[in-house]
């Protein structure tokens, strides 16, 4: 049973040296946009932090045990699907002050400004992209094949399209694989210590 989207939520953080360099609302609309068109069920809020290579690095090493800069990974459910979000029973109850998300995109300003360079287009449309792709896979797409790359694709061109306008250019994979491999067990918010 498909749920009606309440309005999406976007928590976005920004490291200091990278607040003033990109428009903070083309990245809010794109996340927004993608929960909006693909989002089923689940909660229609996310969080998505921009940061530095290091970081990104490091997340990399400790989750996915690639010692190694990426440009954008995505900790959520690994039970979504298509769509479908379920809310985890792990029994760690929601603060009453907090509200469910689907879970964290981390994206590195470095190598997101590297390969909007590369592409010839704004460092803005190439966090755009890097958020939606990293929602799309909070929501259970991927891109392990060429039939789930081609369906995840279409989808991202559709919503830079939607955000961009005659701006968005199609997603080409730039210097970095986005994410060659399925989010992590959950988000570094989450983590037990």
Do not use: Y
Not at 34 to 63: H, M, Y
Not at 122 to 149: K, Q, R, Y
């Amino acid at each position: 049973m498909e749920q009606s989207v309440q309005t999406p939520v976007i928590d976005l953080g920004i490291d200091e040296p990278f607040e003033h360099r990109f428009d903070q609302a083309v990245v809010k609309s794109a996340a927004a946009a993608a929960i909006r068109r693909e989002l089923k069920s689940g909660p229609p809020r996310v969080s998505i932090t921009v940061t530095d290579d290091a970081e990104l690095q490091r997340l990399n090493r400790d989750f996915r045990g690639l010692d190694r800069p990426t440009d954008v990974l995505a900790f959520g459910s690994a039970d979504a699907l298509d769509g479908d979000v379920r809310q985890e029973d792990d029994g760690f109850p929601t603060p009453p002050d907090q509200t469910p998300t689907l879970g964290d995109v981390v994206i590195s300003f470095d190598q997101a400004a590297r390969q909007a360079e590369t592409a010839g287009r704004p460092v803005e449309h190439e966090l755009a992209l890097l958020a939606t792709h990293g929602v799309l896979h909070l929501l259970g797409f991927d891109h392990a094949n060429a039939a789930d790359e081609a369906t995840m694709f279409g989808k991202t061109d559709e919503i830079l399209a939607e955000v961009l306008g005659h701006d968005a250019m199609p997603v080409t994979p730039v210097i970095d694989a986005l994410d060659d491999a399925p989010p992590a067990a959950g988000p570094p918010s989450r983590r037990r210590t």
